[in-house]
């Protein structure tokens, strides 16, 4: 079936990198088109990025454009995104899924923390 791995998250201060990865399987991943979601307690999941499936075009909630970067490698089938200058507000648990299949299940997620 469909499953989706997220990892890489953890403490970071403000102004820190971290690199998540996310890496799936049960599909043709090549083929669709990816994207990261973050979720805060009591708020609504944030759609944060997506990269088209040949990863040739992405793009980025104006909150985080400038800071992060999504990226693909589907020799490996795994998304990524890149961080950085992180705030405390970034702060969520980060979760990726296909982009025009909003029935899939969500992965366990990865959190990151962003705190001196």
């Known amino acids: 079936q469909v499953q989706f791995v997220e990892s890489g998250g953890g403490l970071v201060q403000p102004g820190g990198s971290l690199r998540l990865s996310c890496a799936a399987s049960?599909?043709?991943?090549?083929?669709?088109?990816m994207s990261w979601y973050r979720q805060t307690p009591g708020r609504e999941r944030e759609l944060v990025a997506t990269?088209?499936?040949?990863?040739?075009?992405?793009n980025l909630a104006g909150s985080v454009k400038g800071r992060f970067t999504i990226s693909r490698d589907n020799a490996k089938n795994t998304v990524y995104l890149q961080m950085t200058n992180l705030r405390p507000e970034d702060t969520a648990v980060y979760y990726c899924?296909?982009?025009?299949?909003?029935?899939?299940?969500w992965g366990q997620g990865t959190q990151v923390t962003v705190s001196s």
């Open positions: 990269i088209t499936s040949a990863g040739g075009s992405t």
């Open positions: 899924r296909r982009s025009t299949r909003p029935n899939d299940s």
């Open positions: 049960g599909f043709g991943f090549s083929m669709y088109a």
